[in-house]
Every structure is written in structure tokens, then in C-alpha cells.
């Protein structure tokens, strides 16, 4: 029996394993959506933007480690696809993206909403191709998909409006299987890796996402080099919980315990990592690094020892050639570091901060109208969210207090933008993942300016009937764009955000919203939000002037807060706690 187009686009999806489909429906692509109604195991999620479908099928790609699908029609839908994508792409995880095209006697004529959908996806898909006959397509769907799947990147399949329904010739099963085998170096370059390590001195690593299948593996690695352990931001989702060795992040986010570890160390071993913030490598030092793929490789900082490989079966590899390190002293003045940096950020967030000696004097200089201390927020959620959570965070100040004050315990997952740094990404990634399981805790931190972005989909979340968490750092800023006017010297200029009441915005959509507006609120507030069964919009209004400052603050950043006319009022005091240490 014949197949159409669409017919057998769905079938594939269902032998894929793929159960949502995010987009927005319009005429190119009306054949596979009315194919879609037809299915009983995948479902149309539709949005009310494109990119937030995007966002919403890398979210369910990262976490499912299936493909991710989304779609979007003739001309602007396709095109509003296109961040979502950059995402998935920068993220390296495999999405499928159909996009609708004008009817193939039009192409190339300028037809009304034409758009060059393959020059449009050259950038960011691992494979694109536009469908120009029916015959063509089995062969092109296969190929998308391989590509995707083996390359862990987006596809991108055009299809034309008169494309869709038409019959398959020759009809025939699909060919969809990939099985991906991980690889390890040769034993004389283990070998040799492990003597560099061994004649190395001081060893710190710096270990990223592609580690954290192998958690066994690298925590026995520091225990056999005595090394601590620098995590970026998508390694604490497995390897932050339970870990002797681990001193947080470095960069923007970090602390000073890990920029101790790395500048303080010999040699650095990075372990399935891309950490892109050059500025944050600390010059001078050997380097070793492990990573499946080659061209990350060296693109940061100069790599003496270069393994590419997986990290699981290199570092097993290693653990058979490496002598035990007697001399701890390294990973313990490090860890001992984090441990007193730790405590001095827990007391930030003890509900009554605000009301001892050094929180009063914070508060008159620069928390005068008493609003919630983000990295309160950040911690009264840590502790009401539940310890197989799934967590997103919009890019900016909510990532930060994310970063410093929620713990990746027990089985929580983590998502955010954190390579190509988009607004707006936290909400979309929370619907795809709590549609993958409606029964699992899904808490999205989004920034006030992030969720204005794309407020739209709200709307998604209620017609999904989707018990999202929604917690809005309600500063009334885009606080990480007034941070770094400030550290240049520059007065805040065009941060400001005249924001509605998100909760009765909320309200007026059918979800429940609560809005906090003082410190004493706010416990309370956290622990309602969490105990009500269906979505949740938590907006607290925080304090505009909090920062974090940088695990290593320079001279130039000082001086660009002093000579900020906006700091100038409450620099002495702003982020004190966060540099001392205590």
C-alpha cells in the first residue's frame, strides 16, 4: 500500500520513538499536521511562536537523547525557527526541523512569503535539503535523520505545499538506525597521556558534558591525581551532587576556590569540555584534553596532550597507567576554599538576612525599598523543588543565582542556553520537558525580560494543562546587560522594563500567579507555589542592585563601578559578601 509524503514522515517519527511535534500549523504544511491528527503515539504540541517550538524540541532532544522535532510553515514560520535551532545546534543535539516552502512551479519566482529556505538553514544545519519530488523524499528523510542523529546536530527538510500529499512510487520500508559506538584512544596514546599527567605536578581538571555519563570514572580520576574539580555550568547536573573533589564553576559565574584551582595548578586536564571563555584559561600551563570531538580540540587554549576520544573509556584507559598522589594538598586547599566561599554565600540567603547587622547595612545602601534578594529566591526554590526536578534557566542573572544557589542533587536535570546564550529560552524548554513527563517537577527561571520575550506561549502552558513552575526574577531590568554598562563605567541606559504584573497576567490566562513583593513573602509564596498541582507563576519582584561579582574581579571592573554614575550611590556595599569570602 502506497504512503504519502506525510504519511510516511509521521510513520518514521513513530518508529523513532519521537512522541511530540512542536509548531506552528499552516498551509504548506496542513498534509502532515492532518497525518499527525491521525497518529496515536506522536502529538502535535502547537505554539504561538515558532522559536519557541524550536527551543521546546531541543529541550525534549537534551533530555530524552532521541530527536527533537519541530516545524514551521511557508516563509516567516520557517524563519522564526531559526534561533530555537541555533540552540540545538550550539548545544550539540539532534533535531529534525521541517519547514514549508511555496508550491514548487513558484520557487524561485519571489512568490509571496518565499524564502531561500536552504541558503536561510546553511549556517546552522548539519544537513539541509529541499523535497522536489515525492520519489526523492524516502532517501532524504534517512539521510536528515542519520545526519541529526550521528552528527548531533539540526536537519533541516523543506517541503513544498504541493509536496505533502502526494503518493510515494515504490514505496518501501524506512531505513532509520543509527548506533553510535564510543571510541578511545590507542593504548600507546593512553599511555603516554597518562605519563605527561604523572611527571605533570599539581594537576587541576575542568570537566564538562561530556563527563558526565562517566561520573564513576572521572571521580576516581581526581581522587588518583589528588586534583580538584572544576565543573562548568552543564556539569553539575551529574557530577555536582556527592563530589569531595568539586569547587563550582569558574568564569562569570565561578567563585574564587575555582579560580585558585586552575590558576594555581601545573598542569589542566579538560575532560569532555568546549568552555568557550578563553579570558577564564589561566596562561603558562600544561594542557591535556579529552573530547570526542577532534575540532574542539585545542579552540580555546593551546593543548600539549590531545586525546579525542570519550571521556568514559580514555579516563578508564588512564586509571590503568597513573600512579596515586600521596601529596593532597592541592585538592585540599581548594576544596577547603570552596567550602569557606559556600558558607558565606549561604548566609545570603538566610530568610532573615535583612534583619541582622550586616544585612541592615546592605539593605540602606542598597536594597532601600526592601525588595527579595535574588539568591534568596534561588535557595528557598532549591529547597522546595523536588530532588528529581528539572531545571531551566534563562540566560543572564537567573542563570547565575541558578548556578550559585540550586544544587543538582539526586537525579535533577539542567537546561539552558549556555552555549549559544539566547533570551527567552527558559519557558519553551520547560513545556518540551514537561510534556516528556507530565508527573515529573518542571521549574523554569526565567528573567523578566526573557518571558516578555516570548510571553505568548503562556498561552501554550495553559492549553497544555502543563503543572509548570514558572519563577520570574522580577527585577524590572535586563540585569546582565546593566551589570556589564556598569563594569565599563557607562551609566544603565535602556535596561529598564516596565513590566506588567506577570502574576495577574497569569491569573487572566487560567494559571494560578502569585506575586511577592517583600522578603517576608517570599517563603511562604515558594512553598504555595510548589504544594498547588497545576502551573504555577511565581513573580517575585528582586533587587535590581544585586550582583555577583566575578570569581576573579579585576582592577578595570572596580574602576568602571566607581566611575559608573549609576553605581555611585551604593558601589561600596554592592556584592561586599560576594568578594569577602567571609
Request: aromatic share 4%; charged share 20%; hydrophobic share 40%.
Amino acid at each position: 500500500m502506497s504512503r504519502t509524503v506525510a504519511r510516511l514522515l509521521v510513520d518514521a517519527w513513530e518508529e523513532l520513538g519521537v512522541r511530540h511535534v512542536f509548531g506552528v500549523v499552516g498551509d504548506a504544511l496542513n498534509p502532515v499536521t492532518d497525518a499527525l491528527r491521525a497518529s496515536e503515539s506522536v502529538t502535535w504540541v502547537g505554539c504561538r511562536h515558532e522559536e519557541a517550538a524550536a527551543f521546546a524540541a531541543g529541550a525534549q532532544s537534551q533530555l530524552s537523547g532521541t530527536l527533537g522535532v519541530c516545524m514551521g510553515t511557508v516563509g516567516p514560520g520557517a524563519v522564526h525557527l531559526l534561533n530555537g535551532l541555533y540552540d540545538a545546534a550550539k548545544s550539540g543535539t539532534p533535531v529534525l526541523a521541517i519547514a514549508g516552502q511555496v508550491p514548487l512551479s513558484e520557487i524561485g519566482s519571489d512568490s509571496f512569503q518565499e524564502v531561500d529556505n536552504d541558503l536561510l538553514f546553511k549556517d546552522v544545519a548539519v544537513f539541509r535539503a529541499t523535497v522536489t519530488s515525492p520519489a526523492q523524499f524516502p532517501a532524504l528523510l534517512e539521510i536528515a535523520v542519520r545526519n541529526a542523529i550521528g552528527r548531533r546536530g539540526v536537519a533541516v527538510l523543506t517541503v513544498p505545499g504541493d509536496i505533502g500529499d502526494q503518493e510515494i512510487p515504490d514505496d518501501r520500508p524506512l531505513r532509520l538506525a543509527v548506533t553510535p559506538s564510543p571510541n578511545r584512544p590507542d593504548d600507546p596514546a593512553v599511555e603516554a597521556a597518562a605519563d605527561f599527567l604523572d611527571e605533570g605536578g599539581k594537576v587541576t581538571l575542568l570537566v564538562g558534558q561530556g563527563a558526565r555519563d562517566s561520573r564513576a570514572d572521572v571521580l576516581a580520576l581526581a581522587d588518583r591525581l589528588a586534583a580538584p574539580m572544576v565543573l562548568t555550568l552543564k556539569a553539575k547536573e551529574g557530577l555536582e551532587d556527592d563530589n569531595p573533589f568539586q569547587v563550582g564553576q569558574t568564569g562569570l559565574i565561578g567563585n574564587p576556590a575555582a579560580a585558585h584551582a586552575m590558576d594555581s595548578a601545573d598542569t589542566l586536564l579538560l575532560l569532555g569540555t568546549d568552555f568557550p571563555y578563553r579570558e577564564w584559561y589561566p596562561k603558562g600551563k600544561k594542557v591535556v584534553q579529552v573530547d570526542r570531538v577532534a575540532e574542539h580540540i585545542g579552540r580555546r587554549v593551546p593543548v600539549d596532550v590531545a586525546l579525542a576520544a570519550d571521556v568514559g573509556p580514555t579516563v578508564r584507559g588512564l586509571l590503568q597507567h597513573l600512579a596515586p598522589r600521596e601529596d593532597r594538598a592541592h585538592l585540599d586547599h581548594a576544596t577547603g576554599l570552596y567550602a569557606t566561599w559556600r558558607n558565606a554565600q549561604d548566609r545570603l540567603t538566610a530568610p532573615g538576612h535583612d534583619r541582622r547587622l550586616l544585612g541592615r547595612v546592605r539593605a540602606a545602601l542598597d536594597n532601600r525599598d526592601h525588595l527579595v534578594r535574588p539568591e534568596a529566591l534561588a535557595a528557598a526554590v532549591d529547597r522546595a523543588a523536588a530532588d528529581d526536578a528539572v531545571f531551566t534557566s534563562d540566560t543572564g542573572m537567573s542563570t547565575v543565582w541558578l548556578s550559585r544557589f540550586v544544587h543538582m542533587r539526586g537525579t535533577r536535570r539542567l537546561l539552558g542556553s549556555y552555549n549559544l546564550g539566547s533570551m527567552a529560552n527558559a519557558m519553551p524548554q520547560a513545556i518540551g520537558a514537561q510534556l516528556l513527563d507530565t508527573g515529573r517537577q518542571t521549574v523554569a527561571f526565567c528573567g523578566d525580560g526573557g518571558l516578555g520575550m516570548l510571553l505568548g506561549d503562556l498561552m501554550t502552558v495553559r492549553t497544555q494543562r502543563l503543572p509548570l513552575k514558572l519563577v520570574v526574577f522580577d527585577n524590572q531590568r535586563l540585569g546582565m546587560v546593566k551589570l556589564e554598562q556598569e563594569q565599563g563605567g557607562l551609566p544603565e541606559f535602556g535596561t529598564t522594563l516596565d513590566n506588567p504584573d506577570f502574576a495577574r497576567v497569569a491569573e487572566a490566562l487560567g494559571i494560578t500567579g502569585i506575586r511577592v513583593t517583600h522578603a517576608d513573602e517570599l517563603e511562604e509564596a515558594v512553598a504555595r507555589a510548589f504544594a498547588c498541582e497545576g502551573p504555577v507563576l511565581l513573580d517575585v519582584l528582586t533587587n535590581p542592585e544585586e550582583i555577583a561579582v566575578p570569581a576573579k574581579p579585576t582592577v578595570q571592573q572596580g574602576w568602571g563601578y566607581a566611575r559608573s554614575p549609576s553605581c555611585a550611590r551604593t558601589s561600596p556595599a554592592r556584592g561586599s559578601e560576594h568578594s569577602a569570602g567571609e
